[in-house]
């Protein structure tokens, strides 16, 4: 999933869109080697439902080194603030949540040695709230758009983590609708699929929609 600025500002903590505006301002200041590169629409694996890992494989040297060029591929991308393994192309039940989005919740400056990502093993969204909210969103694989998606505003889901342990999270906003757009990336959607506004990057007069929306 991605963020842009005008994202960033809509943020219901001043605190936290000061924050992001200063990531946005140091782009370029963490980066890594792209291990794979992240598909693009309409790869057909970005339209499959994803297999679940067998929890006795998560520690496996092929589980644990695609969660490892995951990580990689996702702090390369600047704006990025979560990643599906399908997007990689590897059809099976994993996301990653950067520690970008940890160190917003704490209103800190962003720092890959100290704010990590969370990896979701076999997620299941266990529970939603009735109440939705209209929020935009980008995607990694759907390079220079960006749309508007209802999306519940909490949402709890349970997993496994890169060490094979049982966890849970409760959450609201930003995190929330990470799960969610990730969630439906294993599911084989994106968000285009259910958007019900999508412009794009390149449209002229696009920056003047961007700041009215």
Not at 28 to 50: F, N, T, W
Not at 82 to 96: H, N, V
Not at 190 to 197: C, E, G, R
């Amino acid at each position: 999933m991605l963020i842009n600025e005008v994202m960033a500002s809509r943020l219901p903590s001043k605190t936290m869109s000061r924050l992001w505006r200063l990531f946005f301002f140091a782009k370029g200041k963490y980066s890594s080697l792209v291990m794979r590169e992240i598909l693009q629409e309409p790869s057909p694996v970005l339209h499959q439902k994803a297999e679940e890992v067998p929890v006795a494989n998560i520690l496996s040297d092929k589980i644990q080194t695609l969660i490892k060029d995951m990580k990689d591929a996702l702090l390369e991308e600047h704006y990025g603030v979560a990643i599906a393994a399908p997007q990689i192309g590897e059809s099976i039940r994993i996301f990653i949540v950067s520690g970008r989005v940890f160190a917003a919740r704490k209103a800190e400056e962003y720092d890959p040695k100290k704010h990590f990502p969370e990896v979701y093993i076999n997620p299941n969204i266990v529970s939603t709230s009735k109440k939705q909210t209209e929020m935009q969103e980008g995607c990694l694989s759907v390079r220079g758009k960006w749309g508007k998606v209802m999306r519940a505003e909490r949402t709890t889901i349970e997993a496994y983590d890169e060490s094979g342990e049982k966890i849970s999270r409760g959450a609201s906003g930003l995190l929330a609708q990470i799960f969610q757009h990730e969630m439906d990336h294993l599911n084989g959607i994106l968000y285009i699929d259910k958007a019900i506004d999508v412009w794009d990057d390149t449209d002229e007069g696009n920056e003047e929609k961007n700041e009215k929306e």
